[in-house]
């Protein structure tokens, strides 16, 4: 499963100690992160909207309902268990597509799950 994160990459280098520089276009604008290794953390999700988060343990996850051309709209947050797992599930409108998101809160980065 690879890393999936809640914007478009338009920056991404190595920085000389091993971690790395990661510049996101997000809806507010550009945001920029320092990441002291390469990501590691990633989002899973099946469509009854179970999932987990690897590499975390506490939080939570943000569901948001998308559409293209119009903004997306927040369905809820779910708390994260021990071991990453969460339960998103909610009342889905048809025609949308679904995007869970986790902060990661060491380091601001928004990781990603997108259901089409």
């Known amino acids: 499963m690879q890393t999936e994160l809640d914007g478009r990459v338009v920056g991404y280098a190595a920085t000389p100690t091993g971690g790395r520089q990661l510049l996101l276009a997000r809806p507010d604008g550009l945001e920029w992160f320092e990441l002291p290794a390469v990501p590691t953390v990633r989002v899973s999700v099946d469509f009854t ?67 089409r």
């Open 49 to 115: 909207l179970r999932g987990r988060v690897e590499g975390a343990s506490s939080g939570a996850v943000s569901l948001y309902e998308e559409q293209a051309g119009q903004p997306r709209r927040l369905v809820g947050e779910f708390p994260l268990d021990a071991q990453g797992l969460f339960d998103a599930t909610a009342p889905l409108a048809p025609g949308f597509s679904f995007r869970v998101v986790y902060v990661d809160p060491a380091t601001g980065v928004p990781y990603a799950r997108l259901l």
